[in-house]
């Protein structure tokens, strides 16, 4: 038998901070560093958790008129798989507006712009251990940019970058069956499924305020 919901709007995460007693930096990388936390509980336990603590990330679902999603495929080298992803890219320019970043993301790495931008997620890939949070952005009348106005030039893994359009229902249906791996990939795609039912009318605007 299942419990009754709480009153009013209960389906909702909630800030919340237990007291840190202590703090050390364990390790601190090009992108990420990882500290070590000791946490009081709410029964005045003490426990030990490792953080790593991240400047977070964008993501684009890129839609077509033909219901097509914009896809990279580029190599991870901690899973040694090729993935096809939705465009992403972290958010490591000072004072860049979360869709400004986006914005860039989509030029640098798939070549085109947008003049449609909705938000179709927040989350949050790894809470049990991460501070990285995620934004993903719908973004649709979309118009390709010429690779002598893109201004950047790829390196390194995004040198070897495949763009390629599939249709939503191929990419949802490629994570269903076990095909398709990638976190915010999945979660963006899903997400643009389920908004497409009302014509993608109940997203947020481009600039809503972040958790």
Known sequence: MSEPAPPGGWLADSAERWPVLGSELMSSG???RIRHDTVQMPDDRRVSREVVEHPGAVAIVA??????????????HPVQRLLWEIPAG???????????TAQRELVEEAGHRAADWRVLADFFPSPGISSERLRVFLARDLARVPEAERGYVPHHEEAHLVVAWAPLEAVVAGFLAGRLHNGVTAVGVLAAHAARQDGFAGLRGADAPEC
């Open 30 to 32: 090009n992108i990420v």
């Open 90 to 100: 972290l958010r490591d320019a000072p004072g860049e507006t979360l869709l400004a």
């Open 63 to 76: 839609m077509n008129p033909d219901g097509e999603v914009l896809l990279i495929r580029q190599y991870r």
